[in-house]
């Protein structure tokens, strides 16, 4: 008697607590930049590329991050053992951000060359998206549309 009793006490408590979790999913959290709606200029006579997004590549007023992660990962594997760990990634570059405009456009420029990977993300009331991963092109060494860049 006891046993059934305990048992329906065990279920029941159960229950209760499982139905406290809520049972909603948790939030999917913000979309990665959309890649068809962003376009990459190969390097200019200084190393950079020009990164542009049309209304819409992200939110609006999210801060846009580029990183070049192909610089960020070059590292060899004896500069750590020679030279130390503080110097072993001296080719990285820190990542650059922009505001984009109230239509989801931006337009940024990345240290970077034929073949790397530029990963941007997004930012909005402090969560990131996940990367979106762009691959510079070859060289247009020509005007950039628009002029300046911030």
Known sequence: MLGAWLKKSFLVTFLALLAGCGGASPPLGIP????????????DITGTVA????????LPDAVVTGTN?????KSRPWEGL????????????????VVAASDGSFRMRVPGKTGDIIRITQTVDGETSPGTDLVVP???????PGGTFP
């Open 138 to 144: 070859e060289s247009s060494i020509s005007p950039t």
């Open 32 to 43: 990665a930049p959309v890649s068809s709606l962003m376009t990459l200029e190969g390097p």
């Open 51 to 58: 990164i542009f997004g049309a209304p819409g590549a992200v």
């Open 69 to 73: 992660i192909s610089l960020a990962s």
């Open 82 to 97: 020679l030279l130390g760990t503080a110097h072993a990634q001296q080719g990285a570059t820190a990542p650059r951000n």
